[in-house]
C-alpha cells in the first residue's frame, strides 16, 4: 500500500478497541432469562458482533414469537448501559489508532453498536484526535454479518476497498469486511479462536491491538 495514495484502517469497537464482549454476553444472558429463555452464555458468545436482529435469529430460531424481539433487545441494552462508565480499552488500543494515522491512515470506526454505545466506547478509547469518522448501525438498514457497516465505512474514508485494512475481532466482521473485498486483521480479545478466524477470511491473526502495534513495521498490510 505504500506508494503515497490515501489508505484507511477502518477499526471495529466491541472486543476489536474496547474490552466489551463478555459484557455484551451476560447481559444478553440476563435479558434472555427475564423473557423465560434459558441461552447458554457460550451460545450467546458466539453471536456478539452480529446486530440484534441476527443474534435473536442465530438464538431463538425464525419461528420465534417476534413480537418479544424489542423487549429483549431493550433489555440487553439497559442491561449494558450499566457498565458505561466502567468500559476500559484494550491493551494498546488507542496507541495503534495514532500509530497508523501517523502513517497515513485514515481511521474510521465501523461497529454494530448504536450512535449512543458508540459514544460511550469513544469517551472510554480517547483517541478522537486521530479518528476521521465512525459508522453505526444508525447508519444502515443491515448490521453485521451484512456488508453495510464495512460499505458504509469504506466509502466515509473515500478510498477503494484495495486501499483499506478491517481490523476486527469476530467471525461476523471478518465475513463483512470479505464481502467488501478489504484485507481483514482479526484479533484474539473478543474470544474467538485464531482457527476459526482464518477460517473465515482474516490475512493475519493477532492477540490483541498491542500485538498489531508491535507488528507494523514488519507486516505487509501496513505497508
Known sequence: MGDGAERAALFDMDGTLVDTNYLHAVSWWEAFRQAGHIVSMADIHRCIGMGSDH?????LGKERDRS???AISGAHKALYG???P??????GAADLLRAVAARGFRVVLATSADG???AVMRAAL?????IADATS????????????????ALERAGVPADRAVFVGDTVWDIKAGGKVGVTCVAL??????????????AAAVHRDPRDVLASLDSSPTWQ
Open 55 to 59: 443474534l435473536l435469529e442465530r438464538l
Open 68 to 70: 418479544e424481539d424489542d
Open 82 to 84: 450499566a457498565y458505561g
Open 86 to 91: 466502567a468500559l476500559a480499552p484494550l491493551d
Open 116 to 118: 449512543k454505545e458508540l
Open 126 to 130: 480517547d483517541a478522537d484526535d486521530v
Open 137 to 152: 448501525k444508525d447508519d444502515v438498514s443491515a448490521s453485521k454479518p451484512a456488508p453495510d457497516l464495512v460499505a458504509q
Open 188 to 201: 484474539l480479545s473478543g474470544g474467538i479462536g485464531r482457527a476459526e478466524l482464518e477460517e473465515a477470511g
